[in-house]
């Protein structure tokens, strides 16, 4: 992504326009003075039309993602100047490059027009009836993207003002606009900080930076925008940093995020194991009466709530939870939404390859599409080795339909989320295998060809 790309006839990236009774427009000529040497490299800007005089100051260090964009105003007439001083920051936007998340479509990699204004992140989409224009603090404004942020904010702490925000196919764009008053010969400065790279909430968090504030100067009382509150996991949120954290512990003793999205898994099998043992159980109980309710089925065939109702009282009667086979199932669910989000939105994963040339991103869909087909076909396999509780048209759409619509939709998902679910999956085969065989096991009859005893109400055995 080009961070500087100019938005046609639009204000240049970070150019200054001054609103009011003595316009500055936004085609200003300036002079140009570049310097370099000691821990920073600076490039001054300077203009002057009509009363003013416009000085702008753009310093990095030499490493790192932080800027300092310090703007002074004069008004060099002999009238007090007032009016409204304008910061734009734009980028124009290749369509073939971008597209919006969909069902089918995967995860979408769009970027928004950005402003945090008093508590609230504003942030536009394309698409968006109108631009948005927002009034309050100002704490940054920028471009925020998937897993990269272009964002300026107040050094000297929020200032009030107002945002606007405008959001095309083709192009991104927000203005922060912030009352001016400058009287006869004096000089308004305003200072902002800049951050343009990774959205890694670590870096984000210590922002400005120490080489930063060393480069320009500062004092440690600098204000800290919250940008890293633009790594949004929405209500996932507690269980995203939890699996990034597990994730992590497994990427720092394998350095391979394909390998820590396995060992995940197997934590959480193992985290689930005594649920999936009750749900085994429960699905061997509604196993034993398949026959009864196939009677049932037969004797109700035409009326299919009167089936349902009898099936009902079967469970009642032998104090079966049909639903004790989904548990395990159900739980999963927030896991693998969790992941999906966190794929999604986490710079940690971003571009991370698996194994070699094949897997290079994992955020990314599978691009020989390997891993959502074995997901698939495993899918299948796990469905036909569980005990049928349904009749045999619900038997064949949850066999072969369900995975079919699954393996569809993971085709452009993030190949870690098709990663996850296929090792579930082979880890899930290898459970029922084992716990079956358990069970098969202890639920056989004792030696000498009798039934297992079993108390009687009088308290005598049998």
């Given amino acids: 992504m080009n961070l500087a790309q100019p938005v046609p006839n639009e204000p240049l990236p970070l150019s200054v326009t001054i609103e009011g009774a003595s316009p500055l427009p936004k085609n200003v000529p300036y002079?140009?003075?570049?310097?370099?040497?000691?821990?920073?490299?600076?490039?001054?800007?300077?203009?002057?039309?009509?009363?003013?005089?416009?000085v702008k100051v753009l310093q990095w260090p030499h490493e790192g993602?932080?800027?300092?964009?310090t703007i002074q105003v004069?008004?060099?007439?002999?009238?007090?100047?007032?009016?409204?001083l304008q910061v734009h920051y734009g980028r124009a936007i290749d369509p073939n490059f971008e597209h919006a998340p969909s069902f089918f479509g995967g995860v979408g990699n769009l970027s928004r027009s950005a402003c945090w204004v008093d508590e609230k992140l504003h942030n536009m989409n394309p698409g968006d009836d109108k631009p948005e224009d927002t009034k309050?603090?100002?704490?940054?404004?920028?471009?925020?993207?998937?897993?990269?942020?272009?964002a300026l904010y107040p050094l000297d702490g929020p200032r009030p003002g107002h945002c606007i925000l405008t959001a095309t196919p083709t192009a991104r764009q927000v203005t922060a606009a912030f009352p001016l008053s400058v009287g006869a010969g004096e000089t308004v400065t305003l200072r902002l900080g800049g951050y343009l790279g990774p959205k890694d909430p670590d870096l984000m968090a210590v922002v400005p930076g120490p080489e930063l504030r060393?480069?320009?100067g500062l004092g440690e009382a600098v204000f800290h925008p919250k940008l890293e509150d633009t790594v949004d996991f929405g209500i996932w949120a507690v269980i995203c940093k939890i699996l990034l954290g597990i994730m992590k512990f497994f990427h720092g003793l394998t350095g391979n995020w394909g390998v820590a999205i396995i060992l995940l898994t197997v934590v959480v099998k193992l985290v689930l194991l005594p649920l999936t043992y009750r749900s085994m159980v429960s699905m061997e109980e509604v196993k034993k009466l398949q026959p009864r309710m196939e009677e049932i089925r037969k004797k109700f065939a035409d009326n299919r709530e009167q089936q349902n109702v009898e099936i009902m009282k079967l469970y009642q009667e032998a104090k079966v939870n049909p639903l004790g086979g989904c548990l395990p199932l159900l739980i999963q669910m927030p896991v693998w939404i969790a992941l999906f989000t966190a794929l999604r939105n986490s710079f940690d994963l971003y571009g991370e390859p698996f194994f070699g040339p094949i897997w290079r991103d994992l955020t990314y869909k599978d691009p020989t599409y390997l891993l959502p087909l074995a997901l698939g076909i495993s899918m299948i396999i796990t469905q036909k080795?569980?005990?049928?509780?349904?009749?045999?048209?619900?038997?064949?759409?949850?066999?072969w339909f369900v995975p079919g619509i699954f393996t569809l939709t993971l085709l452009q998902y993030p190949a870690g989320l098709s990663l996850y679910i296929f090792t579930n999956n082979i880890l899930s085969i290898a459970q029922q295998y084992g716990l079956r065989k358990w069970l098969d096991r202890k639920n056989k009859p004792q030696a000498g060809g009798g039934t297992p005893a079993v108390a009687t109400a009088g308290g005598k055995r049998k």
Avoid: C
């Fill in 65 to 69: 993602f932080e800027l300092t964009y």
């Fill in 385 to 399: 080795m569980q005990p049928q509780m349904m009749d045999a048209t619900q038997a064949k759409i949850m066999t």
């Fill in 74 to 84: 004069k008004n060099t007439s002999g009238q007090p100047q007032n009016g409204e």
């Fill in 136 to 150: 309050g603090q100002i704490h940054f404004f920028g471009i925020n993207q998937q897993y990269f942020l272009s």
């Fill in 214 to 216: 060393q480069a320009a």
């Fill in 31 to 54: 002079t140009v003075e570049e310097k370099k040497g000691g821990g920073a490299e600076s490039v001054t800007f300077t203009g002057r039309q009509g009363p003013w005089e416009v």
